[in-house]
């Protein structure tokens, strides 16, 4: 979905497909895929067509599957990894379209299919497409805060080894009352988070609409695990700030938890919208 210049505002991608008899011919420039190279497949969003005056200016938007080989891209894109400063674990690539050929039928649009259906111009249609994309989200969000959860219990748990091991004016720093108390508040935060992502999982499970939970949790978790894991930096002193100790690890991580599946900015606008409704002037 990601582009240079479209990021949260999926409106705002600008990636085309132009048909070409049976054969979709995609052009353009998309940006943070993780494991493209090594996937079976990428599900690109692209722009068919402009929108038209009065429509939403997420009219003209597809979703396409482009199948390939694992390990390979296919004739016409090209693509780099991403030099992160965390997430190792998998490659988050650069790519660039040019001429990618996707048959026709490749479409993954639930909107669009229902349209297709029912012959229909299709406003319950619409509905049902943005019904899904919502689902997706949601789940995107929880997952994104579980992992959260778990970057700031790994920065937890090495804290507290390190609190036991680590000997100043002949006692563990563990034995301080102010580090004792700093583990306490990690502790504490990193199990309401984790309640709280069980919770709106268990909603999910049960097919109850909670697009305000899904970004809340998202958002107190991420932002939580920040904090935790920041902590568990000053609590390491100096070796926090080396690669000798997973501590830093955790902390780089935690960071990008804030920005993916929608910023912690992005979140607040989706809470506070559903709490208090913009007036139609605003």
């Excluded at 979709?24 to 996937?39: F, I, L, P, Q, S």
């Amino acid at each position: 979905m990601s582009e240079p210049d479209a990021g949260s505002d999926l409106a705002g991608v600008s990636t085309r497909a132009v048909l070409d008899g049976d054969e979709w011919v995609v052009t353009g420039h998309k940006r943070w895929c993780g494991n493209a190279k090594a996937a079976d497949f990428i599900q690109v969003l692209v722009r068919e067509r402009d929108a038209e005056p009065g429509e939403s200016r997420s009219a003209g938007l597809v979703n396409l599957l482009l199948e390939k080989e694992r390990g390979q891209f296919p004739e016409g894109l090209t693509g780099s990894p991403i030099d992160k400063i965390g997430y190792h674990g998998f490659l988050a690539w650069d790519l660039a379209f040019d001429g990618v050929r996707i048959p026709r039928e490749n479409v993954i649009d639930e909107a669009r299919a229902a349209r297709e259906e029912s012959d229909a111009e299709g406003e319950a249609a619409t509905q049902a497409g943005f019904a899904e994309a919502q689902k997706f989200l949601n789940t995107a969000r929880v997952h994104t805060a579980a992992r959260a959860v778990g970057l700031a219990r790994a920065a937890l748990e090495d804290s507290i080894r390190y609190l036991q091991e680590r000997e100043q004016f002949g006692h563990p720093i563990g034995d301080f009352q102010a580090l004792r108390f700093a583990v306490a508040e990690m502790a504490s935060q990193i199990e309401q988070s984790r309640a709280f992502y069980r919770q709106v999982a268990h909603l999910l499970d049960l097919g109850i609409p909670c697009a305000k939970e899904a970004s809340m949790v998202k958002l107190e978790a991420t932002e939580m695990s920040v904090r935790v894991t920041n902590q568990a930096m000053q609590l390491h002193g100096g070796n926090g700030y080396t690669t000798e100790r997973q501590v830093e690890r955790h902390w780089r991580d935690a960071r990008l938890t804030t920005i993916f599946e929608g910023t912690s900015e992005i979140q607040k606008r989706i809470i506070s919208d559903r709490l208090l409704p913009r007036s139609p002037l605003s």
